[in-house]
């Protein structure tokens, strides 16, 4: 699963990134990079923690999302409203989208429209979205028509039908209403699937402040959340964050109470887009290895054993599984089969978030 960073040129994208995934990539305050950076994001779950507590893992492997900073915004790298190549493949094959909006004053840092103003640069950006939506619209409109030329009538119905949603999709695009927000039917979402428009992706908006703006914070997520209520909102300072990535834990936390930031904005945002790529996760602790999951909600218990391993799904009887929060309760596995909380669970069953679970299979 994966997330584009996406915003205006020197809207702090990359600072973000390496905030994110403890990076190191450059930042720039005047020619933008063109490479995109890739890196993971270590899922921060309070959870680990207490089942380190019980089960005393020689390992603790947290799960991870993984993050792609892409240079620059479509108008920047094309010259035009849509986007083109590599960078565009980088986005629609992007689960979620962050945009990463800037807020911060700072002279030395021309920001490309001339002056800070959030509610423009989001609009901005929301019609390049749409823009590369319709071109690609557009073209699959042109090759439907010249497709139904060519077959014959009693073939046509499936070509109709991708027609007629295409237009309706184009016509509400027109009228600035992202994917995303068209109520459509599972049989229309279905149909589009293979498209991955952009403005169907589910967004995560950040603003990225100053240092001095961090007590405005939570003032300014709840100002553009009423512009934006669809999207989450997070308000962070991504030079801070950054540089607070690259301390040990321990330092970083000093740093956080002096500074009155209680919860790491970074660990809101990791959680964020965890919930935006609608992924839960399960625990396993077999060979003294704690190790989180990450996986769709709704996922059946044999599937699950396949993210550990495909023997596991192909083999699979059936799992041992406890919630953390009853495991919690209990203070130990002994405690909670005395309780009748540990549950055999079979090939129909759905896994929870926070089950640990013990798969049993034969290959
Ligand atoms: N003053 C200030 N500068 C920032 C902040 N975040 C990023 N920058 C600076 O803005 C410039 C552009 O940042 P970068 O992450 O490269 O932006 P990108 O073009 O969106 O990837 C760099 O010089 C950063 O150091 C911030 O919160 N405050
Ligand atoms: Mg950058």
Same mark, same amino acid.
């Given at each position: 699963?994966?997330?584009?960073?996406?915003?205006?040129?020197?809207?702090?994208?990359?600072?973000?990134?390496?905030?994110?995934?403890?990076?190191?990539?450059?930042?720039?305050?005047?020619?933008?990079?063109?490479?995109?950076?890739?890196?993971?994001?270590?899922?921060?779950?309070?959870?680990?923690?207490?089942?380190?507590?019980?089960?005393?893992?020689?390992?603790?492997?947290?799960?991870?999302?993984?993050?792609?900073?892409?240079?620059?915004?479509?108008?920047?790298?094309?010259?035009?409203?849509?986007?083109?190549?590599?960078?565009? =493949?980088?986005?629609?094959?992007?689960?979620? #989208? /962050? *945009?990463?909006?800037?807020?911060?004053? !700072?002279?030395? +840092? &021309?920001?490309?429209?001339?002056?800070?103003?959030?509610?423009?640069?989001?609009?901005?950006?929301?019609?390049?979205?749409?823009?590369?939506?319709?071109?690609?619209?557009?073209?699959?409109?042109?090759?439907?028509?010249?497709?139904?030329?060519?077959?014959?009538?009693?073939?046509? =119905?499936?070509?109709?039908?991708?027609?007629? #949603? /295409? *237009?309706?999709?184009?016509?509400?695009? !027109?009228?600035? +209403? &992202?994917?995303?927000?068209?109520?459509?039917?599972?049989?229309?979402?279905?149909?589009?699937?293979?498209?991955?428009?952009?403005?169907?992706?589910?967004?995560?908006?950040?603003?990225?402040?100053?240092?001095?703006?961090?007590?405005?914070?939570?003032?300014?997520?709840?100002?553009?959340?009423?512009?934006?209520?669809?999207?989450?909102?997070?308000?962070?300072?991504?030079?801070?964050?950054?540089?607070?990535?690259?301390?040990?834990?321990?330092?970083?936390?000093?740093?956080?109470?002096?500074?009155?930031?209680?919860?790491?904005?970074?660990?809101?945002?990791?959680?964020?887009?965890?919930?935006?790529?609608?992924?839960?996760?399960?625990?396993?602790?077999?060979?003294?290895?704690?190790?989180?999951?990450?996986?769709?909600?709704?996922?059946?218990?044999?599937?699950?054993?396949?993210?550990?391993?495909?023997?596991?799904?192909?083999?699979?009887?059936?799992?041992?599984?406890?919630?953390?929060?009853?495991?919690?309760?209990?203070?130990?596995?002994?405690?909670?089969?005395?309780?009748?909380?540990?549950?055999?669970?079979?090939?129909?069953?759905?896994?929870?978030?926070?089950?640990?679970?013990?798969?049993?299979?034969?290959?």
């Amino acid at each position: 699963m994966r997330v584009a960073i996406i915003g205006l040129p020197k809207s702090g994208k990359t600072t973000i990134f390496n905030a994110l995934t403890r990076g190191k990539a450059a930042t720039a305050a005047y020619s933008p990079s063109l490479t995109p950076n890739i890196g993971v994001a270590k899922i921060p779950d309070s959870r680990l923690l207490i089942l380190e507590n019980i089960f005393h893992p020689k390992k603790t492997i947290p799960a991870e999302v993984s993050y792609v900073d892409i240079a620059g915004s479509a108008k920047a790298s094309s010259g035009k409203g849509e986007m083109k190549g590599e960078l565009l =493949g980088y986005l629609t094959t992007a689960d979620a #989208l /962050l *945009q990463v909006v800037r807020v911060f004053e !700072d002279e030395k +840092i &021309p920001h490309p429209k001339g002056s800070i103003n959030p509610e423009r640069d989001i609009a901005t950006l929301d019609l390049e979205l749409a823009f590369s939506d319709l071109a690609i619209i557009e073209r699959k409109l042109d090759k439907l028509k010249d497709a139904l030329k060519e077959v014959k009538a009693p073939e046509r =119905g499936p070509h109709l039908k991708e027609q007629t #949603l /295409l *237009q309706k999709i184009k016509a509400a695009l !027109d009228n600035d +209403i &992202p994917v995303r927000q068209q109520s459509l039917t599972g049989d229309e979402l279905k149909l589009l699937s293979n498209y991955q428009f952009l403005t169907a992706k589910p967004m995560l908006i950040i603003l990225n402040i100053g240092e001095s703006q961090i007590p405005e914070a939570s003032q300014l997520e709840t100002e553009i959340k009423s512009l934006y209520p669809q999207f989450a909102v997070i308000a962070l300072c991504g030079k801070l964050e950054m540089e607070l990535g690259q301390l040990s834990d321990i330092e970083a936390k000093e740093f956080r109470d002096v500074m009155g930031l209680a919860t790491p904005a970074l660990d809101k945002v990791i959680n964020f887009s965890y919930k935006l790529l609608g992924l839960i996760s399960f625990f396993t602790t077999a060979s003294a290895e704690l190790k989180a999951w990450p996986i769709p909600s709704g996922t059946t218990t044999p599937k699950a054993a396949g993210k550990v391993h495909s023997d596991m799904e192909r083999g699979f009887i059936r799992a041992e599984v406890i919630n953390c929060s009853d495991l919690e309760r209990c203070g130990n596995l002994a405690e909670a089969r005395k309780k009748g909380l540990l549950r055999t669970e079979g090939k129909n069953c759905i896994v929870h978030d926070g089950d640990v679970i013990t798969f049993l299979f034969n290959v």
